[in-house]
């Protein structure tokens, strides 16, 4: 945590989180008055780097009032070259965005996510949902717990 306190969860409409991926980035939305949390489609990577006008068109298409990226932590809350990655993408899409953008230890929600997808694929309600974005809204709900928690980029 820096000295910059995070926003309080009313002053909040609109989320959107990205599970960072130098291949692939998980995205999901949500909508803090009825606590929800949508994946959406996957968005390609290049090198840990997104294609910024179709980031940003996704972005101003949802309008969310706080971004948050998934911080992948070591299990001993160490920091990776992912960690660095993650956060210098959460400063960028700020920045390109200007919208505050947090991070959220992602720890474990990538399996977390991969044990719900596999509960909705034998649903069969899964068809179009990925792994990656179904962290992502794992995020989101997250936050929703506990929004004091995030980490400035």
């Not at 994946?39 to 006008?53: F, T, Y």
């Not at 034998?122 to 990925?130: C, D, F, I």
Request: charged content about 25%; hydrophobic content about 40%.
């Amino acid at each position: 945590m820096s000295d910059s306190t995070p926003p309080l969860r009313p002053a909040i409409d609109k989320l959107m989180a990205f599970d960072f991926g130098t291949q692939k980035m998980g995205v999901a939305v949500g909508a803090c008055l009825i606590e929800s949390a949508t994946p959406l489609a996957l968005l390609s990577m290049k090198d840990g780097i997104p294609n910024w006008e179709q980031l940003l068109k996704l972005i101003a298409a949802h309008q969310p009032d706080l971004l948050l990226v998934g911080l992948p932590l070591n299990m001993d809350d160490s920091e990776s070259e992912l960690s660095q990655r993650a956060r210098k993408f959460a400063r960028r899409v700020a920045h390109h965005s200007k919208i505050p953008a947090y991070m959220v230890d992602e720890r474990l929600s990538t399996r977390e996510a991969r044990d719900q997808l596999e509960h909705y694929q034998t649903q069969g309600r899964a068809k179009k949902l990925s792994a990656d974005s179904m962290a992502a809204a794992l995020l989101i709900e997250s936050w929703y717990r506990d929004p004091q928690q995030i980490m400035t980029a």
